[in-house]
Nanobody, 128 residues
């Protein structure tokens, strides 16, 4: 069974950087898409960034464009989220997700329905 293992969360001052990692447990089973979502206290979960692994095309939420970068290393089947210029409002639990369905490509961006495997989450805290 495929699992996702996240790491890289922590506490940082506003303006700082963090890099989140998400390893897919079956190295050779490449998802169609990988995404990062986040949930702040009292809020619903929202999509942050998606990468379509075959084309390496990416999509970002408006709130993180120009600050966050998603990537995927096919050799290790690991997704990364490089987060720069962090703000207090980026504080949240960050979840990695993988989709083995074409729906992640053909459906609406950041549709959670397209992602069938989720990580356990890693906490990011940004202090101002």
């Amino acid at each position: 069974q495929v699992q996702l293992v996240e790491s890289g969360g922590g506490s940082v001052q506003a303006g700082g950087s963090l890099r989140l990692s998400c390893v897919v447990s079956v190295r050779t089973y490449i998802p169609s898409c990988m995404g990062w979502f986040r949930q702040a206290p009292g809020n619903g979960r929202e999509g942050v960034a998606i990468i379509y692994t075959e084309s390496e095309r990416t999509s970002y939420a408006d709130s993180v464009k120009g600050r966050f970068t998603i990537s995927h290393d096919s050799a290790t089947n690991t997704a990364y989220l490089q987060m720069n210029s962090l703000r207090a409002e980026d504080t949240a639990m960050y979840y990695c997700a993988a989709s083995y369905s074409d729906y992640c490509i053909t459906g609406p961006a950041f549709s959670e329905m397209a992602f069938n495997i989720w990580g356990q989450g890693t906490l990011v805290t940004v202090s101002s």
